[in-house]
């Protein structure tokens, strides 16, 4: 149910806003438009994958199989190596287990072989989302800074916590620029996509129709942002201590879980669906 209003509610939602930002000729983009569209991405991403595999958990444990969590959070990550860590844990931990390891892994006899392992799993992991060179540079993006991370240490050598605050809002960003390339048809519009976030531009129309589509949806858009975060979690761990608590916060919970189903079952009737973002690699 989880899952399901996961895919619906939110990432279906989200999608209408970044097909229009990406159908929208780049000349006429502003700097918000292209933020708006480049963050409604990332979650549109993360609530349609972690969607179907919140439904593939469910519906094996009705059988009886257990299922480990494929998304953990991701976007509050503390750098781009534990990134992955957290999302599509399945398939890090395949690429690591037959690619990664049967190559030495990190216990080589040469350091610039550890370079050469990341290099190999990461254009891998590139090529095997699609035939296109964005792809290809989407993996070779992530070797780089994974890489960099890797040789300086960072972000664990920082020793204030204001140098750590900092290495993860660079690591976010890093993501969300990674995602347009994962979403542009080539690397020069990407390019151009990644332009338009740095360098700002005015155009009237599409301003007006930035301030439409935040009307429409921006309910959509927080909840998105808020369920990002771990905040369910974080409300029962703080009522585990009070039975009567943390009774009302199950129900509640459990009233919305309910709630948004029969919402988003009405929308997939009415005709309001697209299918899974993950059946396009």
């Known amino acids: 149910m989880i899952g399901f209003s996961k895919k619906i509610l939110?990432?279906?939602m989200l999608a209408k806003i970044v097909d229009e930002v990406y159908a929208t000729p780049m000349e006429n983009f502003t700097t918000g438009y292209a933020w708006l569209g480049s963050i409604c991405f990332s979650l549109q991403l993360f609530f349609d994958f972690s969607g179907y595999s919140d439904m593939a958990i469910g519906i094996s444990e009705m059988f009886g199989y257990p299922c480990r969590e494929n998304f953990i959070y991701p976007y509050i990550t503390e750098s781009v190596s534990k990134f992955?860590?957290?999302?599509?844990?399945?398939?890090?931990?395949?690429?690591?287990?037959y690619v990664y390891i049967p190559l030495g892994g990190s216990r080589t006899?040469?350091?610039c072989m550890v370079y050469f392992n990341l290099f190999v799993v990461w254009l891998l992991t590139g090529?095997?989302?699609?035939?296109?060179w964005t792809f290809i540079a989407w993996g070779l993006g992530y070797f780089v800074l994974i890489s960099f991370e890797k040789m300086t240490g960072w972000p664990d050598r920082f020793k204030t916590k204001f140098g750590k605050i900092i290495w993860r809002i660079i690591s976010i960003l890093f993501i969300n620029i990674q995602w347009i390339l994962f979403r542009s048809t080539n690397i020069r519009s990407a390019l151009s996509f990644v332009k338009r976030l740095f360098i700002c531009n005015y155009n009237e129309l599409t301003n007006k129709r930035m301030c439409f589509l935040m009307k429409e949806y921006w309910v959509f858009i927080v909840v998105a942002v808020l369920l990002s975060m771990p905040i369910?979690?974080?409300?029962?761990?703080?009522t585990d201590n009070h039975t009567i608590a943390k009774l009302v916060a199950e129900v509640i919970v459990g009233l919305i879980?309910?709630?948004?189903?029969?919402?988003?079952?009405?929308?997939?009737?009415?005709?309001l669906n697209n299918p899974f973002a993950y059946a396009n690699f």
């Open 84 to 97: 992955w860590r957290r999302w599509h844990i399945s398939l890090s931990e395949w690429f690591r287990d």
């Open 10 to 12: 939110l990432a279906n």
């Open 127 to 132: 090529i095997w989302h699609g035939a296109n």
């Open 109 to 111: 006899k040469h350091a």
């Open 257 to 271: 879980i309910v709630f948004a189903f029969i919402w988003s079952i009405s929308l997939v009737l009415s005709g």
């Open 232 to 238: 369910v979690p974080m409300i029962f761990k703080k």
